[in-house]
């Protein structure tokens, strides 16, 4: 009987150390740009997302917006984030996209070349208000310096896809378009997009 007590508790130890009955399990770092590690899923894989925010920086380096609006209004501008407008069946990349954004845009550019706030509404709603509040003086003092964060321009983002699956093939083109509106006379500055295409055998779950 002892023994039989021995034995149990020997193989208790060993599937505690080893993870089972706790929800632990030994894991491998991966680069986050790998896509032949992990599962093999059709939805947009984070290099998606870090693909596209490295274009939109370089977009707004060619279009020399820091030097052109400097050289009219002696300061940097400052950019809105618009919440992006998700209408893919991948809610989870709405947020990890705006975070990525707008941890790349800092990382490029300091506060005396560009500032960046975030905002929720609808673009076209947004940019009538901060016109009239700006025309207003809501975002000056009297001596002109800038008591709250008006923005300059808008920067919105909208993910579109074409999804079809046959059962066992998932196929999905994800569009991840972007544009730079200007606050004072609406002004669409750029737009541009990208479409990145993810084909698998399965799908995966994101949590």
Do not use: W
Not at 59 to 68: A, S
Not at 160 to 179: I, N, P, R
Not at 187 to 200: A, C, G, H, P
Request: charged share 35%.
């Amino acid at each position: 009987m002892r023994s039989f007590l021995t034995i149990l508790m020997m193989i208790g130890f060993v599937a505690l150390a080893s993870g089972y009955g706790t929800g632990c399990r030994q894991s491998t770092k991966v680069d986050v740009e790998d896509d032949e590690e992990g599962v093999e899923h059709s939805g947009p894989y984070a290099a998606d997302a870090k693909e596209v925010t490295a274009y939109i920086v370089k977009e707004v380096k060619r279009q020399k917006l820091i030097e052109n609006f400097k050289a009219d209004y002696k300061e940097p501008p400052i950019v809105a984030l618009i919440t992006p407008t998700n209408n893919t069946r991948f809610p989870e990349i709405t947020e990890y996209f705006q975070e990525d954004l707008l941890t790349a845009l800092n990382e490029v550019f300091t506060r005396d070349q560009m500032r960046f706030v975030i905002r929720e509404s609808e673009v076209l709603s947004e940019v009538e208000r901060e016109k009239i509040e700006k025309e207003a003086g809501e975002y000056t003092d009297r001596t002109g310096r800038r008591t709250k964060l008006g923005a300059d321009y808008f920067l919105r983002a909208k993910f579109t896809s074409l999804s079809v699956t046959d059962g066992e093939t998932s196929d999905d083109t994800v569009k991840y378009s972007y544009e730079f509106i200007d606050t004072e006379t609406s002004e669409l500055i750029f737009k541009s997009s990208r479409d990145i295409r993810r084909v698998s055998d399965t799908n995966a779950v994101y949590r």
